[in-house]
């Protein structure tokens, strides 16, 4: 499985949920943790261009000789996971959707924010600071802890330089777009025929189940009438902003959510996406590629 981070959090950062000792998914897969461009130890680009980025995951998959995969994603990561899957239906078996989607976040709240933030740090001018005051500058001006320390996470040190690992410069520019690649879901990007599952916290202020749940219908449309089996909700008495990190918090429900994932990619995904489900493996003959007339 490939997995996706959200803006400017290192993928790193999902190893403590994988790896937890009741955390049963990598008994069932491998698990990939991708920082795409821009982010992370990935080279950096001046394009957030949804198309070029699901080709970088492509040519990642082809470089490490992965022939097929599930793929998923938290925040930005799950919209990048579902274009991507949406782009190369022959490349992936299903799709996790973890606190993100196919969705427009430029009106919401908790994106404001970011863009916020994003805004402050690239107005930061590391030259000159140390490493102590440019994190003392993120927690003074940064209102959210989480966020805080994720941003902090992005400072390098390297000898007296000190510099950062996402390209804050880039993001910012994107995020001023009429459109903004990091925020939007367009048209283009298509739907996804196959298995999927999508996750997001009971109070989420990034996706509200009251509106939000129809975009993904839209594109994943073995969904709809599945809730809240295949599209549902999580930690539902939890009301804080660190509900965007369910994967995190409230700690004694994340083995449910591991569990939750779990089941799905044991029970559902795996399957060809031309097929209603596993039972129909082995009894049908699914062709690689057309027929040349």
Same mark, same amino acid.
């Given at each position: 499985?490939?997995?996706?981070?959200?803006?400017?959090?290192?993928?790193?950062?999902?190893?403590?949920?994988?790896?937890?000792?009741?955390?049963?998914?990598?008994?069932?897969?491998?698990?990939?943790?991708?920082?795409?461009?821009?982010?992370?130890?990935?080279?950096?680009?001046?394009?957030?261009?949804?198309?070029?980025?699901?080709?970088?995951?492509?040519?990642?998959?082809?470089?490490?000789?992965?022939?097929?995969?599930?793929?998923?994603?938290?925040? $930005?990561?799950?919209?990048?996971?579902?274009?991507?899957?949406?782009?190369?239906?022959?490349?992936?078996?299903?799709?996790?959707?973890?606190?993100?989607?196919?969705?427009?976040?430029?009106?919401?709240?908790?994106?404001?924010?970011?863009?916020?933030?994003?805004?402050?740090?690239?107005?930061?001018?590391?030259?000159?600071?140390?490493?102590?005051?440019?994190?003392?500058?993120?927690?003074?001006?940064?209102?959210?802890?989480?966020?805080?320390?994720?941003?902090?996470?992005?400072?390098?040190?390297? =000898?007296?330089?000190?510099?950062?690992?996402?390209?804050?410069?880039?993001?910012?520019?994107?995020?001023?777009?009429?459109?903004?690649?990091?925020?939007?879901?367009?048209?283009?990007?298509?739907?996804?025929?196959?298995?999927?599952?999508?996750?997001?916290?009971?109070?989420?202020?990034?996706?509200?189940?009251?509106?939000?749940?129809?975009?993904?219908?839209?594109?994943?449309?073995?969904?709809?009438?599945?809730?809240?089996?295949?599209? =549902?909700?999580?930690?539902?008495?939890?009301?804080?902003?660190?509900?965007?990190?369910?994967?995190?918090?409230?700690?004694?429900?994340?083995?449910?959510?591991?569990?939750?994932? $779990?089941?799905?990619?044991?029970?559902?995904?795996?399957?060809?996406?031309?097929?209603?489900?596993?039972?129909?493996?082995?009894?049908?003959?699914?062709?690689?590629? =057309?027929?040349?007339?």
């Amino acid at each position: 499985m490939i997995w996706l981070p959200e803006l400017t959090e290192p993928a790193e950062n999902f190893e403590a949920f994988f790896n937890r000792a009741d955390n049963k998914i990598r008994s069932v897969r491998n698990v990939w943790l991708l920082n795409y461009r821009n982010q992370g130890g990935s080279d950096q680009h001046e394009s957030y261009d949804m198309e070029e980025m699901t080709d970088d995951i492509i040519r990642f998959m082809d470089k490490n000789q992965i022939t097929m995969a599930t793929i998923g994603g938290h925040g $930005f990561g799950a919209k990048l996971a579902a274009a991507t899957a949406n782009a190369n239906t022959d490349r992936f078996t299903g799709v996790i959707s973890l606190e993100g989607g196919p969705l427009d976040h430029r009106y919401h709240e908790a994106y404001q924010e970011l863009e916020q933030y994003v805004t402050y740090a690239k107005s930061i001018d590391l030259n000159e600071m140390d490493y102590g005051q440019a994190v003392k500058a993120l927690k003074d001006n940064i209102a959210c802890p989480k966020w805080a320390s994720i941003f902090c996470q992005n400072l390098k040190q390297e =000898g007296s330089n000190l510099h950062w690992k996402t390209n804050y410069q880039g993001l910012y520019r994107n995020m001023k777009k009429f459109e903004p690649d990091v925020a939007i879901w367009s048209q283009s990007y298509g739907l996804w025929p196959g298995q999927a599952l999508a996750l997001f916290a009971s109070h989420s202020r990034w996706i509200h189940l009251s509106t939000n749940t129809l975009p993904f219908y839209n594109v994943f449309p073995r969904l709809e009438g599945q809730f809240p089996t295949l599209i =549902g909700t999580h930690a539902d008495g939890f009301e804080s902003p660190l509900n965007h990190w369910i994967h995190e918090h409230p700690k004694e429900e994340v083995f449910y959510l591991a569990n939750r994932m $779990f089941r799905w990619l044991r029970y559902n995904d795996g399957a060809n996406v031309m097929l209603a489900d596993k039972t129909e493996a082995g009894w049908y003959f699914v062709p690689d590629r =057309g027929y040349d007339l």
